[in-house]
């Protein structure tokens, strides 16, 4: 089937907001055609926590709309994509200074209470002389709170999100900037240019601004409009240390400026620690942790371990901008994380629906009601169906992992165990696509290290819009924690050896 003359809906933005409404919008039968300037999720979208969580601090704030809706969104999502999101329990030692327990245990009731829980655990009081999770802390913390929320691997959320959009029949373009958008009688007419300089037209009738962080610059510098601002840019930084603690719980440390700050097992041997918030006035180009933000979270997380953390002991660090609605918060923590769209539209002109604000774990439903919009203007066609739809690879039960994994290891039992589990934690179901006629170990094809085979980055590139080792190894996989700039050389050469296969074989 042919490419439309003129699309229903244009998405600008490849992250989390825009891939999730491409998937509602396309499977509402809806035309759609999204443009990502760089890779899929490299902005703020991989930038998270990583996390599918209520947002606990926020109730503070009275963000109880948020918050319950947050809430009631993590066992939905778990059940969705229960490869790439699993339960975890998190620890809240009591800080004699800071919050009164009372204040932490009816917090953590309403947590417990105001989001239809069903599966995850419920909250309970932790002796720390007793339980194991008080065996890293310092002794001055004798008892705290353990509570449940969900772990995800947010790059591939979005990468999964634009990949079922795309089986669906979306038109996903990666490293395609809008050059222009303008409005012309009852459509929008939007100038896209490609890495490699070709441009062309394309048409549509209602535009979204998924942008994020680059909502007010796309408004004034790509669709002519007078100055903006709607949104208020926020840094969030995290640290990556060699693994503090043997326990799979996560820790949830509040500070005296009033943040919080998460210690979390990542990629079994770190833990990762995050995040900060301040304010961006930087270059949206060149965001990354400043000095400052390392020493905060070395400085926040040793106040309650043991052992200190200090600055030699990262080794990895990634930063996000999150494009939060500006609200007049004094504080770039009290900045509200809620999301707001607005439509831009005129008597018979072309809509302009406008996304500012969000987090990530609330993208499905903010993703319903952008296309709610899109409905005022175009009219229903089919019914809202994401709730009870899995994401690729995510058609099984949310206790049926280790079944999946033991299933791909009787069908390849050359397989390890450790990378049976791997490709289940980023593919599930799909990992079968992948390995299709694959019978032996010779057929994974080369080995660029730690288990990162040919059979897989292979499969990246073809169907998740990988180019080049940056994308395989720091958003579909995390393999960048590992291989040496030796081993990403040489799979930089193999990626670049695949598209001159490409252009010989179209040529």
């Not at 899929?40 to 209520?54: D, F, N, R």
């Not at 240390?241 to 079994?268: H, M, T, W």
């Not at 995040?275 to 979270?297: A, C, H, M, Q, W």
């Not at 987090?359 to 319903?368: A, P, Q, W």
Request: aromatic share 10%; proline share 3%.
């Amino acid at each position: 089937m042919g490419l439309p003359d003129t699309y229903d809906i244009f998405i600008v933005g490849g992250g989390i907001n825009g891939c999730g409404i491409a998937r509602d919008a396309v499977g509402r039968g809806y035309s759609v055609c999204l443009a990502e300037m760089n890779d899929l999720a490299s902005g703020t979208s991989s930038g998270s926590t990583k996390l599918i969580h209520g947002g606990l601090r926020y109730l503070e704030y009275y963000e109880f709309r948020l918050v319950r809706e947050a809430l009631k969104e993590r066992e939905v999502l778990w059940e969705n994509a229960p490869h790439i999101i699993r339960p975890l329990r998190f620890i809240l030692p009591h800080h004699n200074g800071l919050r009164p327990a009372w204040l932490l245990r009816l917090g953590l009731f309403l947590y417990d209470h105001i989001g239809g829980r069903k599966r995850l655990k419920v909250t309970k009081n932790i002796d720390f002389e007793k339980d194991g999770a008080g065996a890293p802390l310092k002794k001055l913390f004798s008892k705290g709170f353990e509570y449940s929320d969900c772990w995800v691997d947010d790059a591939r959320l979005v990468v999964l999100n634009a990949r079922d959009a795309s089986d669906r029949g979306a038109q996903i373009m990666v490293r395609t900037k809008v050059i222009c958008a303008e409005r012309a009688d009852d459509e929008w007419r939007i100038t896209v240019e490609t890495n490699d300089g070709d441009r062309q037209e394309i048409r549509a009738r209602v535009l979204v601004n998924a942008t994020g962080p680059w909502v007010d610059d796309f408004l004034v510098n790509r669709a002519g409009q007078k100055l903006a601002d709607n949104v208020r840019l926020v840094q969030g930084s995290h640290i990556v240390v060699p693994s503090l603690y043997d326990d799979q719980r996560c820790y949830i440390f509040q500070n005296s400026d009033g943040r919080i700050v998460f210690a979390i097992p990542y990629e079994k041997n770190f833990t990762l620690i995050g995040t900060t918030d301040r304010d961006f006035p930087g270059d949206l180009d060149g965001v990354k942790i400043s000095t400052d933000e390392i020493n905060y979270l070395c400085l926040a997380a040793s106040e309650y371990f043991k052992n200190p953390i200090k600055p030699s002991d990262v080794v990895w660090a990634y930063s996000g901008v999150r494009p939060l609605y500006n609200d007049g918060a004094s504080k770039a923590q009290e900045a509200t994380r809620d999301y707001i769209l607005k439509v831009d539209e005129s008597e018979n002109e072309a809509p302009l629906i406008n996304i500012f604000g969000g987090k990530i774990t609330t993208y499905r439903k903010l993703s319903e009601n952008a296309v709610e919009m899109v409905e005022a203007v175009l009219g229903t066609r089919k019914p809202a169906w994401t709730k009870r739809a899995a994401l690729p690879g995510g058609d099984f039960l949310v206790d049926e992992f280790d079944e999946q994994v033991n299933t791909l290891l009787i069908s390849r039992p050359f397989l390890s165990r450790a990378c049976a589990h791997l490709y289940i934690a980023r593919y599930g179901t799909c990992a079968f696509e992948m390995l299709e006629g694959v019978s032996n170990l010779n057929d994974l094809g080369l080995n660029f290290g730690h288990d990162l085979w040919e059979v897989e980055v292979r499969y990246l590139v073809e169907r998740e819009w990988a180019v080049c080792a940056e994308d395989i190894l720091w958003r579909r996989t995390k393999q960048g924690l590992r291989l040496s700039s030796d081993e990403v050389a040489v799979l930089d050469e193999f990626i670049e050896s695949l598209d001159c296969q490409s252009d010989r074989m179209f040529a």
